[in-house]
C-alpha cells in the first residue's frame, strides 16, 4: 500500500521533476520558427503569378520546400514526443500507485475481516 502512495505522490510530481523542457531546447525551437517562417515566404513565392523575366528559380524553391517540409515535420514530431513523454510517465506511475493502494486496502481489509 505504501508503494502505491510512493508511486502516486511520484507521478503527481514527474512532470516538475522532469519538464519537457529538458529535452524540447530554446536552439529548436527557435530553428522550428525560423523553418516555419520561411515556408510561408515559400508559400508566398510559390503561389504567385509567374514572371518570366526576373521570378526567383521555381525549381530550386521547391526544392527548398521539400527540404524545409520534411525538417518541419522532424521538428514537429521531435517536439510532440517532449510534450508527450514526461505526461505518458506520469500517468503510468499515477495509475500504478492508484492501483497499488487500491489492492493493498483490499488485502488490509480481508485481514482484518479474517480475524
Known amino acids: 500500500m505504501a ?4 508511486l502516486l505522490i511520484s507521478g ?3 512532470t516538475t521533476l ?3 523542457t529538458s529535452s524540447w531546447t530554446e ?3 527557435t530553428r522550428s520558427s525560423k523553418v516555419k517562417n520561411r515556408l510561408n515566404d515559400l508559400g508566398y513565392l510559390l503561389n504567385r503569378p509567374v514572371n518570366m523575366q526576373n521570378g526567383p528559380d521555381r525549381g530550386a524553391l521547391q526544392a527548398e520546400l521539400k527540404q524545409l517540409t520534411e525538417e518541419n515535420q522532424q521538428l514537429n514530431a521531435d517536439f510532440q514526443s517532449a510534450y508527450d ?4 510517465a506520469s500517468k503510468i506511475l499515477k495509475w500504478s500507485g492508484i492501483s497499488l493502494a487500491v489492492v493493498g ?11
Open 3 to 6: 508503494l502505491g502512495f510512493i
Open 12 to 14: 503527481s510530481l514527474w
Open 18 to 20: 522532469f519538464p519537457a
Open 27 to 29: 536552439e529548436k525551437a
Open 85 to 88: 513523454s514526461p505526461r505518458t
Open 105 to 115: 486496502l483490499i488485502g488490509l481489509y480481508a485481514v482484518n475481516q479474517s480475524r
